[in-house]
């Protein structure tokens, strides 16, 4: 299951070390076979390439060995790593791993030099505000607000100096954020970026292909997990099983209780075999309610903290409630305390029950036996419907359940209440990823983008807004499968010149 480095793998061995790396007791390096993959494809070397792999196969070391390396390559000072997550709370909880004494020694770099860039800070692992954040070594970013930062300071054409590392890339698939984040890689693809290293777990081989082969990076796919995944659908009348190395075959077993609290009744009666869980919420009110109904089938107890929380809040009050008893939250709105408590528990295995939001479902590095989805829809609030989340999300989600070295085994349950729900449910049973829908930049609709491009300088005249277009996953999709779309683009781009002439946006 471990692998040693291999041969001529290029990492300095002031950096092989935790917790950059895994070692046994006896100081023996151990990787997944994903990690070993992505060694041999030059990552210390300023290799760039796009891993596929499976959840729990440490891609993520793989981003943070090239970014440690990178930073000590060079002449050192000038060399900068931007590492992109999907959400917030993920760059939060990524800074905050990565702000210990620990990694800063690795990245070689100062509390300073390591920054924080979302929505809702701009900080630096000190906590000082940063007025200047594209100058840190070391910048945490979500990837809308990167490519803000971008367009307000003026680009630089050139990032030669800079490596890249865009976890969940798939994202680039997703209908409101694609745009965005198509237009920000179109950018670090025309200015060259030094070193990119594209993660992903939710990539078909078709996506995967058009993805690093625009990007001009090596794809490195590893489609086996080395710690194998049993799926629970439980519906009214069964309860369908498939495993990650069972190949296509969907058991039908008897039918068990779809009612997330009966579930977590169930494994308590072996705790030791489905022990530490992890319940995934789609909302903070669905977690209030199902911790009040996990309350009551608590044995009643005295025990309570021997700490008290330095501020009161409605999450620390839970937690007060809750941690003595085996169970806690894990939300965005966790202040830093109350984050770090519920993560040293989980980190030391005593907390047995931990209910999450799904947003950081998919940056949770803990270990779980099982995993079990309240519900796997969300509510649309636009249309006012219920849709299932994306079989990127759900996989991802369900990825927290077994981990490298502790478990042998993940489980993860998930229910139907009724037929169409059970087929809806049905397509996460399978290996087989879906091709996302990627290219979303629409050159009918070009005015927002068209004015960003300008306002970081990246575009002066219609040639560059073409240009622009002609690199872009769009363009380069369109360019192999629809005949004379040159031709249709400049006469596009000229009517949206025009119109913002007419609206004063443009002399």
């Known amino acids: 299951m471990f692998h040693p480095l291999p041969n001529g793998h290029g990492i300095p061995d002031e950096l092989i070390k935790e917790p950059l790396f895994h070692l046994s007791a006896d100081g023996v390096v151990g990787l997944t076979q994903a990690q070993v993959s992505g060694i041999n494809a030059g990552i210390a070397s300023g290799g760039s390439l796009l891993l596929v792999a499976p959840t729990s196969s440490g891609k993520t070391m793989v981003g943070l060995v090239a970014a440690s390396t990178w930073l000590r390559g060079g002449d050192g000072l000038s060399q900068q790593v931007v590492y992109l997550v999907t959400h917030r709370a993920l760059a939060r909880q990524k800074f905050n791993e990565l702000k210990s004494p620990k990694y800063l020694e690795i990245f070689d770099i100062e509390k300073e030099e390591l920054v924080l860039a979302t929505g809702d800070q701009v900080v630096d692992a000190g906590g000082v505000a940063v007025n200047d ?190 941690l003595p008893k085996g169970f806690g939250i894990h939300t965005a709105d966790l202040i830093d305390t109350e984050r770090e408590i519920v993560e040293r528990r989980l980190e030391n295995d005593q907390l047995p029950i931990v209910f999450a939001t799904t947003t950081l479902a998919q940056g949770l590095n803990f270990s779980f036996k099982t995993v079990i989805f309240d519900r796997w829809t969300r509510f649309i609030f636009e249309r006012r419907v219920d849709e299932p989340i994306s079989y990127s999300d759900f996989h991802n989600i369900a990825g927290r359940a077994g981990r490298m070295g502790l478990q042998d085994r993940g489980r993860v349950i998930f229910s139907a209440q009724n037929t169409a729900e059970s087929r809806a449910a049905s397509r996460y049973l399978t290996a087989e990823i879906p091709q996302l829908h990627v290219g979303y930049i629409d050159v009918s609709d070009f005015e927002a983008i068209a004015l960003q491009l300008i306002s970081a300088g990246l575009a002066t005249c219609r040639n560059d807004l073409f240009t622009f277009l002609s690199e872009s996953l769009t363009g380069y999709l369109a360019k192999d499968n629809i005949k004379g779309v040159e031709d249709e683009w400049i006469r596009k781009l000229d009517s949206t010149l025009d119109r913002l002439r007419d609206w004063g946006f443009l002399q």
């Open 133 to 322: 954040p594209l100058s840190g070594r070391f910048i945490i970013a979500t990837y809308e607000k990167y490519l803000a930062l971008l367009a307000g300071s003026g680009h630089r054409r050139d990032m030669a100096n800079i490596c890249i590392v865009a976890d969940e890339i798939q994202i680039l698939g997703d209908t409101h954020r694609g745009r965005a984040v198509e237009v920000l890689l179109t950018i670090i693809r025309s200015a060259q970026c030094g070193q990119f290293v594209g993660l992903s777990a939710v990539l078909c081989k078709r996506d995967s292909e058009a993805i690093s082969s625009w990007l001009g990076v090596q794809l490195v796919v590893e489609e086996f997990r080395e710690i194998p995944l049993t799926f629970e659908l439980r519906t009214q009348g069964n309860t369908h099983e498939w495993s990650t190395d069972g190949g296509d075959e969907v058991l039908s077993l008897e039918a068990r209780s779809t009612d997330t609290v009966e579930v977590l009744n169930e494994l308590a009666s072996d705790a030791e075999s489905h022990f530490p869980v992890a319940v995934f919420c789609m909302t903070k009110r669905r977690i209030s309610d199902l911790i009040r109904a996990w309350e009551r089938n608590c044995p009643e107890s005295d025990a309570k903290l021997d700490f008290e929380f330095e501020e009161l809040t409605s999450s620390s009050v839970i937690l007060a409630s809750s």
